[in-house]
């Protein structure tokens, strides 16, 4: 069989799928599973692998083929780190073994995955982490600290970098592993944050042992690995498809609405001038799904970052000052570890502490500035003091 | 009230015509409009650069493009009119494309429209419009620059066809053949020849205005609105305007950028300097989200979209600031060299701020937007 | 209308007596309000620390500053007052120096001048401050926090000396013994715990907010215009508070540098990034106006000069905004530490944020400020 | 004769000089050469040198008692440079001979000087500078180009900074002279600005000769003297006492009370902000002052100087904006070269135009805060890579 090239094949194959199972009958994981084996899960993927080698752009063929049809989808929030970052690296850097063992329950949702990337003392500076990975027979044994790490309490599995080379530059010292979080060298502690809740954790990982095979890529090409990782993740930012005065900008703007009695023109035009950003920011997301679709990808999705993150947590400080009195009314600071993370969500408090994360998370603002500098407006980089110094002689 | 509804997806992409006669925009500005040559004649007594003018109109027929076939232009639509007016932005070249082939073009085209609906166009307009396909003519609206949606217009008055009053800060209307002058809700023709009109010493050395003085001038009555057909033109010009300042920007971001790879202080490239560099990716950011809007800006022109005031007034409003703060910047980062005459980034600075004010300021925008989706005071 | 006229030249330094004030009270906060404690407390049944706060009224007679000797008070009038709030903002100490020290004894100390004004004071009054100097009581002024110069006063009705009516998000009310009330044109003394008082879950996590009902709650007279008490004390609290903003803005400028510098990444300082560097500097440029803005409002409040609320609202509205950009700032440079909840920087946001809009948002500072000197609509 | 300690003491001295030289009947220069050699020039200086070594917080007696009584000024405004930059750098750094010959008639403004700092090459970083003097029997030749350089087309003098020694790092060859303006080699030229009128000079020279006894401080020492110099331009700035509304924020005001027909609300609130930050800042400047008088100067001067430059430049780009039709009109483009330079005067547009000048004159905003950043926070600087490197090996 060769690849489907057009909506119609991928049609026929959805329709044929939906003959076999009906959603209405089937089991949800059943159902998943079949449209793994059907090569629908993913149509870019390669065949046996969930996928048909097929142009990605069908895919969204498949997704509203079968929402319309009522069929379960695999919650792909929920397992976000997986679909978004884990899959795209295993695909690149993993053995025909790897993919076969872990795509297939990675999509359905079986697996849930989590990814243990950040420590306290590499943050922006990634290439600085110093979780430790030493060899020990066909195993290696992993020492360290990870942090920022979403799902890591419900996740089978993590994507992890460490250094097996503290001799070496820090770029060339890393390895990438897949790490199993039942291991008893794993802990897991949720880390509070400023919103009260825990959507993250800490990792400590203490003798926590990877067997040789679940290395991805080569013993020192870490970095080179987690960078396929970390782009996918920029790609999968400000992908979908927003209204108009969807996210922040609606949840503020019916605010005004609701409260004529605090009204202000001051107030009236920052409002209405965060719309217009809004909207900007809006289309700029329309341009680039266009371009992306005409085979054209440009580098928009790092400026839609940016400005994401100033609007929302321009727009979430306004509606908590707008509301005055009740502003200085919060809903509740209790401790607890959320299912799903909606920025929009909750009270305008909650909105608005929340948003000063998205300046940080997947890349600071900082950084991100300092890439487009660079690769985009092909700026000079700064000198450099740490590119030719083995990472143990490096300052921190 | 709500908001707009959601209605299909724009187009904001540029099409491989649209590209094509950007090239050839380009290409003629490079060969003609150079920023020695643009600099060099500010301070002559016509700024305004005829023989280029006519070559855009003529050989690449830049201006006719939403002028329909039938009265020889090409019927092409504003989106291409929007990247044309891209390429002069970058250039500043002093052409009276905003006065002529945009606003007064604009206003006639929108009394074709209403003639459409009443059965029949106006004949005189048609012709005005031929002769501005042809080149053979260029045009002004006489309304001043600073004019902003819904905001009051002039106050001309008609006794018969003879007109009477006094419009300050037309712009392009020093070069103009023909005026379009609106009196009560008529728009008249009016010969330039007939009337007095005045150069300003401007902000803008590349667009400067000029003072209109009617005094029982004779003018060609046309049928429809003219109020309306103002009105639309002003749309037009504001949404155009918003290409116009995405070039601006545009070249003043590559402009410091070339200049700060090649300025060494302190035995690095200045370009190399975070903060610097920051600012540069900040405007970067500004520019996408700016290039996005004004081209929303442009399709729904080209498409008379449904919720075509919303998308201009938010692409005005924020593309007159984007291009005002590229130019501010691109005068801070060449330092020195940069307040000088003899340097071209000031000509974008007065370009970018008299943008601000042409067809309304971004509060003005603003102000008129507000309530089109839900936001009263 | 133009500005108010010139004056004599304020005095914008601290003077020896106030440094040796600030030395005290900043002593006393860090043995006993460092952030470890100060966080560690934040959800405790009681987040008001009692204890501080006798030590602060009771030990350093911090609170009784702006009362006249004759009641038991220093008489050193509020210039004093306002280097307190500097070191309360820098140490986000949870003790109701606002509610009690500086909104309802504002209240009661503007009563006793009318009262002057008319030829005898209010001896209930005078006894209430007279426990407010000793710290033998703690009180409230039961108007929002969010009150605003010029805005609306809570409708409270008075029955007779019964009162009647709920007062939201009043600041300090949840530890006070004494609520001053206002019904009508006057001010009443409620001892508190004849009211109800409901703690509220605030977005200030050391300065909560309680509502207050009064169901026929039986109270106290007292003569004089309670308005004009609540107004004035509403002024005097918006010119400390640009104090308290100023300590807040320089903890977070001094605890980021500090951190700045110790925190390595690439191999270097962090704080030895330009970009970063540039960020402080221009937060440090804001910090100087800042304070010389809270300064010469403290000193306007203390010698009641003639344009008073001009020098307030400025220093208001321009110290509420540095306050929360420098926490803003803290947080974000702090990066992912300054997202926890372990680190004390979200007091600090949290504070500053509940602080722009405390008597007032910087907005309707500027609305009332206006006017005041000729800018009119 | 000890030096004069109180107001009391000073004014007697100035009573005297009035009786001696009645200002009605005294032509001008013979009044001001009185004042110098009763010390009443500059009672801070030496005595000999048109001062009294007296305190100099007594000069402002000085100043009130000789306005009070009509007396001609130096036109202090004509002559800044000298006063502020050439006067405390010769006192510093001059020899005796030098002191004797130069003070008196610069501050008398019989001569006028310029300052020969900025190259094209080196603006902000002025350590960078390529103007060569070499050597030649007791004189310097020297041969380099000169740029900002004001009242050069009317200066008998100047103070100049040229490198003397290109092998060394840049930092240690340079040396500082007085130079003739009237030499042959010295070219003035005008440069021509955004606002079309010529404020500033370029100045070539070709061959200049120095003697060598108008070098100031050592050879090679140019740096250390020229900190002086820039150290005392940056004092000068935001010295005086500001009225309320003085400067730009009140020719805007003036603007928006005269065309009420131009309020808009969100204009309104943006003007009121900005004069919010107008008046903050000169309470800064009294607190600055106030500092000083109580002998604890901060370095609050810096925070000033950005502050200014920041609000001059919004004050004046809104009143562009705000006067629209009117905004879109400007006064004249004719080059001319100015007497004196008022940033507040002719029209809005040449207000804007101008004060686009105020962040990188007397050093850029973003080298501010440079200065800023490490000399009073204490950041750590950027690593450099032009310390250790002889100036004739800097890339540039």
Known sequence: ?396 | MSPAPDRPEQDLLYSDVEEELRASVRALLAARADSARVLGRVEDEQPLDLDLWRALAVDLGATSLPIPEALGGQGAGLRETAVVAEELGRSVAPVPFLGSAVLATGALLHLLGQGAERGGPDAQAEAALTRLAEGAATAALVIPLSTYPGGPLPAVSADGDALTGTVRSVADAAVADLLVVLAGDVLFLVEAAAARVTPVVSLDLTRPVADVVLDATPGVRLSGSGEAAVRAAVLVGAGILASEQVGIAEWCLSTTVAYLKERYQFGRPVGSFQSLKHRLADLWQELVLARAAARAAADALATGAEDLEITVLVAQSLCAAVALHAAEEAVQLHGGIGMTWEHPVHLYLKRAKADEIALGTPGRHRAALAPLVGLTA
């Open chain 1, 1 to 396: 069989m060769s690849a489907p090239t057009t909506a119609r094949e991928v049609r026929d194959l959805v329709a044929d799928l939906l003959a076999r199972h009906d959603p209405a009958t089937t089991e949800r994981t059943a159902f998943l599973n079949a449209r793994w084996e059907a090569g629908l899960a993913w149509v870019g993927f390669p065949v046996g692998l969930g996928g048909l080698g097929a142009p990605r752009a069908l895919q969204q063929v498949v997704e509203a083929e079968l929402a319309a049809a009522g069929a379960p989808d695999n919650n792909p929030r929920r397992i976000g780190i997986g679909l978004g970052m884990a899959a795209p690296t295993i695909l690149t850097f993993g053995t025909d073994e790897q993919k076969q063992r872990f795509l297939r329950p990675l999509w359905t949702g079986e697996e849930v995955w989590c990814q243990l990337f950040s420590e306290p003392g590499a943050g922006s500076d990634l290439a600085a982490l110093g979780t430790r990975a030493t060899r020990d027979g066909e195993d290696w044994v992993v020492t360290g600290q990870k942090v920022w790490t979403s799902t890591a309490h419900t996740a089978r599995w993590a994507i992890l970098v460490a250094r097996t080379d503290p001799d070496v530059p820090k770029h060339a010292g890393m390895t990438y592993f897949v790490c199993d979080m039942t291991d008893p060298g794993v802990e897991v502690r949720p880390l509070r944050q400023i919103t009260g809740e825990a959507e993250f954790n800490e990792v400590f990982l203490t003798g926590a042992r990877i067997p040789d095979a679940h290395r991805l890529g080569e013993v020192g090409d870490g970095w080179r690995v987690a960078q396929t990782t970390l782009m996918n993740e920029r790609v999968a930012i400000g992908g979908r498809e927003v209204p108009r005065e969807g996210g922040m900008v609606g949840v503020v703007s019916d605010t005004w609405r609701a409260h004529p009695e605090l009204h202000t023109p001051e107030a009236l035009d920052r409002l209405t001038k965060l719309w217009v950003e809004s909207e900007a920011l809006r289309h700029a997301g329309t341009r680039m799904r266009q371009q992306l679709a005409a085979g054209s990808p440009g580098p928009e999705g790092s400026a839609m970052k940016l400005a994401f993150a100033r609007l929302s947590q321009a727009l979430s400080g306004f509606e908590v000052e707008l509301l005055a009195e009740d502003g200085l009314r919060h809903g509740e600071w209790t401790m607890f570890r959320p299912e799903l993370v909606d920025f929009t969500g909750r009270d305008a408090g909650y909105r608005y502490l929340r948003a000063k994360g998205n300046s940080i998370e997947g890349g600071t603002s900082e950084i991100l500035r300092n890439i487009i500098a660079e690769r985009i407006l092909g700026l000079p980089s700064e000198p450099r003091v740490d590119k030719d110094v083995p990472w143990k002689d490096l300052p921190r």
